[in-house]
């Protein structure tokens, strides 16, 4: 029997998703949990903030390289399987680390293990993501989205708290214990979700199970391509706010007061949207438009704590771009598309914070962090203007500025019949085109 929830959590009114939602929180509170021990411990062996970006970099890059392939894979294969492996596999993963540093053991092997770490949730997160899909109906993606956002901003907010006290008591590698065990809650929920309650979604033919299917799909509609493509600019220039914080902070209990301002933000813009019926493109482009301004307003703020004001809804507003565009994302596209949507998405917002981030740290070097906010946001509104005037146009005029980009000459085939993708453009056959033109010879003489 379904129970009745208030419209903000309508989600939570199936069972699969109550148990999913639960198995998340504390996956994602145990990843974070790692994430500060992987950071502490190697600030604490080799006292470079670099080598610290470079951990980073390890484990983001697998995103950007391999990304569609993850998504092709989610397409055409039982999401539940693959979601299953990948857990398995960062417990164990998670294990060696705690081995590793308990051990004292070189920095290379743990480089070696967050490379590995980062290369499972490439596969594991447009898997993830399509399964989630699946777990509530089509009209109760968007507040799944949501109340996901808000799970994962206090997983957030949970993992790092609780790793700042545990790694002072009993040190990093009872963080990676810890979060190895979190994954046997998503283990155990998925392998306890009803079957009879799910709402699963047709795979990906095996013509068109590629990667360059996938980014054909894309390119070759002008909505998608659009959402991807301000979705990396708002991520390389408007959402890397952890350089823009430490660079307006005086201190270190400064930082963390904006960190927690910040963390709050986007546990308010979660709720905000899952409050809502639908997430809409225009939704989307109000909120990166306010998130630009008020980020170009926080630059000319006299000090950190009126900054920490701005911070809020700013944080609000990011989450709710990232909620919108996932969303967006995975309607407007075809079902056996989910993953590729997800995965292209994903990569998209991996480059471009590997872009983003030194870029933005550079430039606050160089002409400060007030001026960098200022110069970033009206950047990110100018984007989001274009980007709104190209909303606005007919599906056609979208397409052919794609194609123009691009560099494109034919047009990709789509299903017909979807409101948000071209219609198919095919070339004459050859016999047609002789006898056009025989036609026209005809009529010359």
Same mark, same amino acid.
């Given at each position: ?139 109760? *993606?968007?507040?799944? +989205?949501? =109340? &996901?956002? #808000?799970? /994962?901003?206090? @997983? %957030? ?5 609780? !790793? ?59 909505? *998608?391509?659009?959402? +991807?493509? =301000? &979705?990396? #600019?708002? /991520?390389?220039? @408007? %959402? ?5 914080? !430490? ?199």
């Amino acid at each position: 029997m379904r129970r009745t929830m208030p419209p903000m959590f309508r989600a939570l009114s199936h069972r699969n998703y109550r148990r999913w939602a639960a198995a998340d929180l504390i996956s994602v509170t145990g990843s974070w949990m790692q994430v500060i021990g992987v950071n502490w411990v190697v600030l604490e062996r080799t006292g470079s903030v670099t080598s610290v970006g470079f951990s980073v970099l390890l484990s983001t890059l697998p995103a950007v390289l391999l990304g569609p392939w993850a998504g092709a894979l989610a397409d055409r294969f039982p999401v539940r399987r693959i979601v299953l492996v990948c857990q398995a596999l960062h417990a164990v993963l998670a294990g060696m680390l705690a081995f590793a540093v308990w051990s004292e053991l070189p920095m290379t092997p743990i480089y070696a293990l967050t490379f590995a770490a980062g290369l499972v949730t490439v596969f594991d997160g447009p898997a993830f993501g399509r399964l989630s899909s699946q777990i509530v109906p089509r009209d109760g *993606l968007a507040n799944a +989205v949501a =109340l &996901g956002s #808000v799970i /994962s901003s206090v @997983g %957030r907010i949970l993992g790092m708290s609780t !790793a700042g006290v545990l790694v002072a008591l009993v040190g990093a590698p009872v963080l990676f214990v810890l979060n190895g065990v979190s994954f046997v809650a998503v283990i155990v929920a998925v392998l306890t979700i009803r079957s009879a309650e799910f709402h699963p979604l047709a795979t990906s033919a095996p013509s068109r199970a590629g990667v360059r299917e996938g980014l054909r799909y894309v390119t070759g509609s002008g909505r *998608l391509l659009l959402l +991807v493509t =301000l &979705g990396f #600019v708002l /991520s390389c220039l @408007g %959402r890397n706010y952890q350089v823009t914080m !430490a660079a307006m902070s005086t201190d270190a209990a400064m930082y963390g007061l904006l960190s927690s301002v910040f963390a709050i933000g986007t546990v308010l813009g979660g709720l905000f949207a899952a409050a809502r019926r639908t997430l809409s493109v225009r939704l989307l482009l109000v909120a990166a438009t306010l998130a630009s301004l008020l980020q170009a307003v926080g630059g000319l703020l006299p000090s950190p704590v009126a900054f920490a004001v701005v911070l809020v809804p700013i944080a609000a507003a990011a989450v709710l771009i990232d909620t919108t565009m996932s969303t967006r994302l995975q309607l407007d596209s075809e079902d056996g598309m989910r993953g590729r949507m997800l995965a292209i998405s994903g990569s998209a917002g991996a480059a471009a914070g590997a872009v983003g981030a030194p870029l933005l740290g550079w430039l606050c070097e160089r002409i400060g962090a007030d001026t960098t906010l200022v110069l970033a946001g009206t950047v990110t509104l100018l984007a989001t203007l274009s980007a709104a005037s190209l909303f606005g146009a007919s599906p056609q005029r979208r397409t052919a500025f794609a194609h123009r980009v691009l560099h494109r000459r034919r047009g990709v085939a789509h299903p017909a019949g979807h409101p948000h993708q071209p219609a198919p453009v095919t070339r004459p056959r050859r016999r047609a085109r002789v006898r056009a033109r025989s036609k026209a010879e005809a009529h010359g003489r």
